[in-house]
């Protein structure tokens, strides 16, 4: 399969490191050729972080809030504040492959996911534990969920950062990029089908109510799950692209990268776009179970909603590649946020009633979602070539964090809202709780109405603020290519 446009090139930082880059890139011709085996590593590694990401993402305020008893007031206060946090966790944590090698094995970014995957998993397992029989007093009790929710989130940022940023070095062709991208978008996929769908069914009895020892259940599975993947991810894939070792003697100016940030309007426009694209994730992932148990008190529906990704995917998988050569990244993306506006504004404004026709709407729905999903990432790894055009300079894995928090802003924008607004229309945390017949339609509006900023959001980051075409970016693709032939000569 092969998207159109340009991905990333070899990234060379700056002409002071040109003649280790020489010398790294001579080596590097005796690695292995790009082969299936660093597309499949990578899918395990998306499938990795999915199966702990995507369970607490979806599961964890229903958890909480029914199991627990916690407010859904205050778990949008922990969101918010967990997220208030990562605004300075995620850039520090981001910069460490950028700023210093770990092990002898010359990879930049494997020994950091090695370091964090085995805390990830364990938070996992914290944040399911049913603690509500350690009759914990209501500080201790807030306080735990507290600290598990941290630990994920610092977990989930130390894995998922350098996987991400890995693509930039397991190889420089464009179409073998093209793979990668395709690769992560498979690997959620395949969690967020074939995992999280037995959720409804093995956590909730016949009238919906949940089974809290299941939950925790699961989630030891699920981090096993994530280990094995992470190890595949480790020992498939390889890094070829060495770039100069981080100079120990030059302080890392995260600063001055921040500044470089706001230069690059292609990546803001990306960021912008993502924050919309987390909200559709998060919130309809977290509020998914409400709709279903409040309005339609049908869980099990659930189930034939997540299986039902996997007709989406085998639809866009082959025709994606085939729309974007007629019409480009960004328009595709443009008008699968267009085609999502129209049909999630109906599902707004339209009540359904029937659970089935709702489900029927919502997979049709989902297609737009799908093909901005299989798409962003490889425009991500365009505006980092472009921060490199305009800069003359390269950090990807600091680079790459800035737009990683742009995908956790979106995320904990919708965790807090969907909080907070289950609190401000009068939604009763506990179990058994029988909820008033307002308060279920204001659930069905709120989840109906987030898809619908969701593709408000990504019309305006893409349409608005986005602005490399394809006849920018060939230019700064043949500029870049320049600079690197120049600097490679006098070297």
Known sequence: MR?????????????????????????????????????????????????????????????????????????????????????FNDPMIGSFPDRWRLGKSGDKFKPYVKLFMIPLALSGVLCFLDVSSW????????AWVAFVYVLYGMSYTGT???????????????????????????????????????????CFDKDSNIIPANFTMLAVVFGI????????LTSLCTER???????????????KILKNVTKNRPLIGVMVATVGSLLFITGNSQLRTYIFKEYYENTSVMSVLSLSSI????????????????????????YSSIYSLVLYGFMLLVPIKNVWLYAVLTIIASIGQTVFTMLIWALVTDCLDYGEWVTGERNDGSMYSIYTFSRKIGSTLASTIASFSLHAVGY??????VQAPEVVNSIRILVCAIPVITAVLEI????????????????????????RQAAATNS
């Open 241 to 255: 692209v060495r770039d100069a070792a981080p100079q120990q003697k030059e302080k890392f100016n995260y600063a």
């Open 311 to 334: 007709l989406v995917m085998i639809i866009c998988f082959p025709l994606v590649p085939k729309l974007t050569k007629v019409f480009g990244k960004r328009k595709l993306i443009l």
């Open 460 to 483: 305006v980051g893409i349409g608005l603020i986005f602005d490399l075409d394809k006849a920018k970016t060939d230019q700064m693709y043949e500029e870049l290519a320049a600079r």
């Open 3 to 87: 998207f159109s446009g340009h991905f990333l090139h070899n990234p060379l930082q700056n002409s002071g490191y040109t003649a280790v880059i020489r010398k790294a890139s001579s080596k590097e011709n005796h690695m292995k050729k790009f082969t299936v085996r660093d597309e499949i590593g990578y899918v395990c590694g998306d499938m990795a972080g999915s199966f702990v990401n995507l369970f607490v993402d979806a599961y964890f305020l229903t958890f909480c809030t029914y199991v627990l008893g916690i407010s859904a007031k205050w778990m949008g206060s922990l969101f918010l504040a967990a997220r208030l946090w990562d605004a």
């Open 160 to 202: 998922s950062m350098p996987y991400g940023a890995m693509a930039s070095v397991i190889t420089n062709d464009p179409i073998e990029r093209s793979k990668l991208s395709r690769a992560r978008s498979v690997g959620g996929t395949i969690v967020g089908v074939g995992a999280l769908s037995v959720v409804p069914v093995f």
């Open 428 to 433: 009763v945390s506990g179990t058994n709780i």
């Open 225 to 232: 799950g994530s280990l094995i993947c992470y190890i595949l």
């Open 135 to 142: 009759n914990l007093s209501g500080f201790a009790l807030h």
